[in-house]
């Protein structure tokens, strides 16, 4: 049921969590592929990936965009860690990186049972400091988005990285495209996009939610629901546990239950999102060439 140009709503819940006023604001153009947004609170600033290009923008209120880091070894997902510092998933390099405050960067996986990396594709931090990320083969597809080669890993996984021993092990083996990834609020639920059908129409197109036991094991892997328009890329979740996804045709939301509540529409495909602002309550949108936002009711919830 559309009320509007700008939504469709599923549920009676979703225009409470939407601003019915509100517009949806194209912040920059000119990407060829835009993916990975952060927010950083304390630097009134967001970071993205436009990963053909090799680089990381910088936004700011005010400020515009300026390129935050070039070449970027074709960095896709971006998070930072509850030091504040970027995290990045390098499809070049095959690697996933920390940026220190003196802005050098530290290496923090490429390796898996002594064989390279895929092509680590984006990542969340936990409360604990342990750092979960995707690895499928899209950053060595082609040439497009990484470089061309042939998977050295036997599967395409979900991994945790130990914060303290920096130590990597693969608690997902099972999937076809593992992308995006996010916490429910209390971090009891890791949601993870299987988006196999990019390349395989028989392939999924759905987000699957894992109960976290003991705060690094996952358990009782389920669907949790299904994209009907493209893929799931990028998730989110706000303070509420609704989980927000990419999709071919913009925003989908769906509530912890899994029912979808509505859609935010937008006029590119979708690959990823994150909540900002001062009050977390603005939603920034990378989509093919663009970069979008829009005010919403909700609020992200704290991990990036």
Same mark, same amino acid.
């Given at each position: ?17 939407? +601003? ?12 060829? %592929?835009?993916?990975?947004? +952060? %927010? ?7 970071? %993205? ?9 910088? %936004? ?9 880091r070039e070449p970027s070894n074709f960095a896709n997902g971006l998070t930072r860690d509850r030091q504040g ?10 690697? +996933? ?17 002594g064989k390279p990396l895929n092509s680590p594709n984006d990542a969340v931090v936990k409360s604990d400091g ?19 080669? +042939? ?148 609020t992200g919830s704290q991990a990036p």
């Amino acid at each position: 049921m559309p009320i509007a140009p700008l939504y469709h709503v599923d549920d009676p819940r979703f225009p409470h969590m939407i +601003v019915g006023s509100a517009r949806l604001e194209e912040l920059y153009s000119g990407c060829r %592929w835009a993916e990975g947004p +952060v %927010w950083f609170g304390d630097a009134n600033q967001l970071l %993205w990936s436009d990963i053909p290009n090799q680089r990381i923008l910088r %936004w700011t209120p005010g400020g515009g965009v300026s390129v935050f880091r070039e070449p970027s070894n074709f960095a896709n997902g971006l998070t930072r860690d509850r030091q504040g510092r970027l995290v990045a998933c390098e499809h070049g390099l095959r690697r +996933v990186t920390r940026t220190e405050p003196d802005g050098t960067l530290t290496v923090l996986a490429e390796r898996h049972a002594g064989k390279p990396l895929n092509s680590p594709n984006d990542a969340v931090v936990k409360s604990d400091g342990s750092i979960w990320f995707t690895d499928p083969t899209y950053g060595i597809l082609s040439d497009y988005e990484g470089y061309r080669a +042939v998977p050295e890993q036997a599967t395409r996984n979900v991994y945790r990285l130990d914060p303290e021993s920096g130590a990597i092990e693969a608690v997902v083996t099972d999937f076809n495209q593992p992308n995006g990834l996010a916490f429910s609020p209390d971090e009891r639920v890791l949601y993870v996009a299987d988006s196999g059908a990019s390349h395989d129409e028989t392939l999924p197109r759905h987000i699957r939610a894992f109960d976290v036991a003991d705060g690094r094991r996952l358990e009782n892997g389920r669907v949790f629901c299904l994209i009907d328009e493209g893929i799931p890329d990028g998730i989110r979740t706000d303070t509420q546990g609704n989980l927000w996804s990419s999709a071919g045709d913009g925003v989908h939301c769906f509530a912890p239950d899994g029912t979808r509540l509505g859609k935010i529409l937008v006029p590119q495909t979708v690959a990823n999102l994150t909540f900002g602002g001062p009050r977390r309550n603005r939603l920034f949108i990378a989509a093919t060439n663009s970069l979008y936002a829009i005010y919403v009711t909700v609020t992200g919830s704290q991990a990036p």
